[in-house]
């Protein structure tokens, strides 16, 4: 069912996706951007269900958002406000969860601008031992997909702007509210 929701959102939406065989691995962590639509993640999740990957998604909810809060959940959905104790610890666990897992982490946290991209995604991957995958919106072209992958090291610093490098070419729906310095 989820495929034929996933497709139907995509050729209705006209978005493409761009999945190379190099990146499909067993566990990952992906981060997604530029994100300044609550499109972007629904585009985002309907072409990862088109190509059956198994997904979830880390989202911040404060209170309840009553219909929104349940969209998220139906599109694979972890509030990072009902996870208790140690959130790396906790989604690694999501992770082993499954032969194969994506865990999708919004980085900016917002459809706002912001100053800087959360990191928590940087944390899950170090402590679960698996790659940040690079996922990308281009609005330019109307392409969904993911073009990269690190390994995270020790040095966040270095890591995060090989990461800002890469997404310095991708147009956001709202670009306004995409903060291209990440870090």
């Known amino acids: 069912m989820k ?6 959102i995509m050729k209705f939406g006209g978005w493409t996706e761009f999945y190379p065989d190099d990146y499909n691995v067993e566990k990952s962590v992906l981060i997604s951007a530029p994100y300044t639509s609550f499109w972007d993640y629904v585009y985002t999740v309907a072409s990862f269900w088109k190509n059956e990957y198994a997904i979830k998604v880390l989202f911040e909810q404060k209170g309840s958002l009553g219909i929104r ?3 998220y959940k139906i599109f694979d959905g972890i509030n990072l406000n009902e996870i208790d ?8 666990e999501v ?3 499954s032969d194969k897992m994506m865990l999708i982490v919004p980085t ?4 706002k601008k ?4 959360k990191t928590e995604f940087y944390e899950i991957a170090k402590y679960a031992d698996v790659p940040v995958l690079l996922g990308y919106l281009d609005y330019a072209d109307k392409t969904v997909g993911i073009g990269a992958a690190i390994n995270v090291t020790e040095d966040l610093k270095s890591d995060m702007k090989k990461i800002q490098g890469y997404y310095k070419n991708f147009s956001a729906k709202y670009p306004q509210n995409y903060n291209e310095k990440i870090c």
């Open 85 to 92: 104790g140690d959130m790396p610890h906790h989604m690694n």
């Open 3 to 8: 495929k034929f929701i996933g497709t139907l």
């Open 114 to 117: 912001v100053d800087k991209w």
């Open 95 to 97: 992770l082993n969860s």
């Open 69 to 71: 809060s349940a969209i």
């Open 108 to 111: 900016e946290g917002s459809r």
